[in-house]
Nanobody
């Protein structure tokens, strides 16, 4: 499975972006899809995950109420709507796929896209 993330950019604090991640696989609808992020000098951290069916989601406490994960299985795409951005949201954002897990742990994901950079200015 190849994953292609896009939609990052430079935005002022309080602004919004919509990140997208498109998968090459026809079996996209069988994968749980997640977003992680990694800030400079920090470890990669979990942001959000959505079940293969779209029926359930999980979020990191730091983004609850501001970020929304969704998916369109007909388009092989998962989205991350990021609102009310803060400077501490600045990071490279990565999408990831797992057949088996809806997990906070990066090691449980089988496939990763390249990062898309989000920079939030104060």
């Amino acid at each position: 499975v190849q994953l292609q993330a896009s939609g990052g950019g430079l935005v002022q604090a309080g602004g919004s972006l919509r990140l997208s991640c498109t998968a090459s696989a026809r079996t996209f609808s069988t994968y749980n899809m997640a977003w992680f992020r990694q800030a400079p000098g920090k470890e990669r951290e979990f942001v959000a995950v959505i079940r293969w069916s779209g029926s359930s989601t999980l979020y990191a406490d730091s983004v609850k109420g501001r970020f929304t994960i969704s998916r369109d299985n007909a388009k092989n795409t998962v989205y991350l709507q990021v609102n009310s951005l803060k400077p501490e949201d600045t990071a490279d954002y990565y999408c990831a796929a797992s057949r088996s897990y809806m997990s906070y742990y990066a090691g449980n994901y089988d496939y990763w896209g390249q990062g898309t950079q989000v920079t939030v200015s104060s």
